[in-house]
C-alpha cells in the first residue's frame, strides 16, 4: 500500500460514517448498517487496487455487498486485504448513543487473519504493559502489572468490559482488586484503540466479543505499540450469548477446523492477527466517541472527525474534515 491508497480509506470511512449518521436516533439499526455497507462498498471500487473482503458482513448468501471473498476496488494495483465494520456499534447508532463509528483495518494479502464470525477473549492494554500483561493470568494479576506499568494506583485503574452476563464473574474480580469499571454495551473496538493512547481515561480492555472486531482491534494496537491479544471462544457456556443457543462445544469445534484452524486455544499477539509489513487503521465517527466526535450536520457543510493509524510511518493522525455541500454560501469555522 502507499500513501495515496491510505488518503482514500480515509474517505472511505467518512463515507460510510455520513450515510450511517443520517439514521442516527431512528431507531433503525439494520438500515443504518446497510447505508453504511454501501457507502463503503460504493467508495472502495473507486480506488485503484486489488482488494478484498477477509472480514465483512458475512458469507456471500448472507450478505449482498463487501461479504467475506468480495473483490473490491478498480482491479488493478496493489493486492490489499480488508477487514471491515461499516457500522460498529450499530445498536449505538440507532439510539444516538457515544461510540459508533465507521472502521477498517488494511493490510497487504495474507496481512490479516481471517477471523471466524466467533467470540473472542480479548485483552487490550497501554504499549508501556506490553508482553508483561498476558491474557493467560488472572484479572487481578494483570491488573497488578498494569498498576506497576502506569505508576497508577490500583483505585486509578479503569477498565472496560462489555457488559454481559458472562463477565459477572469478570467483574466482580475486577473491583475486589479495587480498580473501576466501566461497562459498555457496544463497540470494544473504540475501547480497545483508547488503551493505546494516554489521557483517555481508559487503561485496559478485558473480556469477552465478537472475533472479527477483534483483528481490527489488533490492527491499530500494533501500529501504536500497544498491547493486545485474543483467544477464540468456542465454547457456548462461556459465551452466555442467545446466538449459540443450540450449539455445542463440539459443533463449533467442528466448525473451526473445517475453517482450517487446527489450534481453537491459540492465544494471537497483535503481530499474527494482522501480520502484514504495512497494516493501516481508518475509522470515523457516526456518534461522538472516546477519540473522536461523531458526524455533524450544519447548513453549508458535513464534518467528520477520524482518525488513521499507520505501520508506514508510525503515524497516528486524527482528521477533522469540512465537507462542503453544492451551493454553500458561507462555511463557519468552528
Known sequence: MDRTIIQELLEVVEQAAIASAHL?????????????VEAMRQRMGLIAMQGRIVIGEGERDEAPMLYIGEEVGSGSGPGVDFAVDPCEGTNLCANAQDGSMAVLAAS??????NAPDFYMNKLAAPPSAKG?????KSATENLRILSECLGLGMDELVIVCMDRARHKGLI???????????????????????????GTGTHALMGIGAA????????AMRCLGGHFQ?????????????????????GNLARLSEMGITEPDRVYEADELASGNHVVFA?????????????KFERDCTRTSSLIISSLD???????TVHIKPGAKRVALS
Open 108 to 113: 497487504e494479502r495474507g496481512g490479516l487473519f
Open 212 to 219: 472479527p472486531e477483534g483483528v481490527i482491534s489488533a490492527a
Open 314 to 320: 508510525s503515524s497516528a493522525r486524527f482528521i477533522d
Open 172 to 198: 466482580a474480580e475486577i473491583r475486589e482488586a479495587g480498580a473501576r469499571v466501566k461497562p459498555i454495551s457496544d463497540g470494544d473496538v473504540s475501547a480497545a484503540i483508547a488503551c493505546g493512547f494516554e
Open 230 to 250: 485474543g483467544q477464540l471462544v468456542y465454547d457456548p457456556a462461556v459465551a452466555q450469548t442467545k446466538e449459540w443457543e443450540g450449539l455445542t462445544r463440539e
Open 132 to 136: 508483561k500483561v498476558d491474557i493467560r
Open 283 to 295: 475509522a470515523s465517527g457516526i456518534t461522538d466517541g472516546l477519540l473522536f466526535k461523531g458526524v
Open 24 to 36: 442516527t436516533g431512528h431507531g433503525k439499526k439494520n438500515e443504518a448498517d446497510q447505508a453504511a
